[in-house]
């Protein structure tokens, strides 16, 4: 059964592990506490009991969200990479303003209880540091949670990004930043969150020690992380292997469109023509009886130019069989719990 570090504090009260369960039953019964915070108490529960296993909920990103059970020893040797990475420090402090009810954030919490970190807790709102005022040591956030706290990430020294994708607008907005340093991070609720991070100017994920990577024939990235993962993980995600520890993330497997023969990453174009598009959008491939498949550019709104104007506009730019053959509108995405856009379901009813 894990122990509690004896530094562990939480939001300035410090606790022994008797303490902390108790604060954690008195969260539960009162009638009128959040359910952000209800989260943080029944894992902390949980993570305590005799149980050797967690269980979670996937973000649903690449299909059903589904529960998993996930070992507590292999969630506290990610907390301990982690920590041996980024060189944080007993009594460091800590920010978890992310849902307790997901992998993120329930890892920030083991962080703390291994690392034995200072934590404060708030809700996990879309500008989290809003009302804050202390500085940290170490953070994480969603995409959406970072752009908006931008004029506040200098109190943060380290902070890493997940759970979607780091625009380049974003991306310009972070490599300003005086203080703070910036990682993106790759990985999956099955590794215990992240397995590889990215300074947020680099193209290259970098693998964290005791992760050993490979690719398939079909390019996939293929993980293998005995300390935090059982199995060998054979992911979707197309890669670009630079050397047994960096990699480019370069799209998902079932996103490739199959167009006359030729095959197109998505993700590739919208990286390439994302300053062109002002609402969220994404590059997908439609039926084609002639060609198989076709791209198209699906975007969010109602009030999109659906002229030929966006359209030539991305024929300068990108390669000749990855322009789209149309633009198509749909007012709302379908997004997973955690913000993620769920691609498919978005255009179910275009199939």
Request: charged share 25%.
């Amino acid at each position: 059964m894990p122990t509690l570090h004896s530094s562990f504090v939480l939001n300035g009260q410090r606790y022994n592990k008797k303490g902390l369960l108790n604060h954690c039953d008195e969260i539960l019964v009162k009638t009128d506490t959040p359910n952000w915070y209800s989260d943080i108490a029944e894992f902390t529960i949980n993570w305590f009991d005799l149980s050797r296993h967690i269980t979670v909920q996937t973000s649903g990103s690449t299909g059903e969200p589904k529960k998993i059970k996930l070992l507590k020893r292999h969630m506290s040797n990610s907390a301990r990479s982690t920590g041996s990475f980024f060189g944080i420090e007993e009594g460091e402090k800590a920010l978890l303003c992310l849902p307790a009810k997901y992998i993120a954030g329930k890892m920030m919490l083991v962080r703390s209880f291994v690392l034995g970190l200072e934590l404060t807790v708030v809700e996990p709102t879309s500008s989290p540091l809003e009302q804050l005022y202390e500085k940290f040591d170490f953070a994480a956030m969603i995409p959406l949670q970072a752009e908006n706290s931008v004029a506040k990430l200098d109190t943060i020294s380290k902070l890493i990004i997940g759970g979607g994708k780091v625009s380049d607008k974003q991306k310009k907005l972070f490599k300003d930043l005086k203080k703070a340093q910036v990682y993106e991070t790759y990985g999956m609720t099955e590794t215990c969150t992240h397995i590889a991070v990215k300074p947020i100017t680099s193209d290259y994920f970098c693998a964290l020690p005791g992760v050993i990577i490979n690719s398939n024939e079909k390019d996939c990235l293929v993980i293998e992380a005995p300390d935090i993962c059982s199995d060998i993980i054979v992911t979707n995600d197309v890669v670009e292997l630079q050397d047994n520890m960096r990699f480019e993330l370069l799209g998902r497997l079932d996103n490739i469109i199959n167009t006359g023969g030729v095959k197109v990453i998505p993700e590739k174009i919208e990286k390439e023509i994302q300053d062109l598009v002002p609402n969220r959008f994404f590059i997908a491939g439609l039926p084609d009886d002639k060609l198989g498949q076709i791209v198209v550019l699906v975007v969010e709104g109602e009030n999109v130019d659906a002229n030929n104007n966006l359209l030539e506009a991305i024929k300068r730019r990108v390669e000749k069989h990855h322009n789209p053959k149309k633009i198509i509108t749909i007012p709302s995405f379908i997004e997973t719990p955690t913000g993620k856009v769920r691609r498919n379901l978005s255009l179910y009813d275009l199939v």
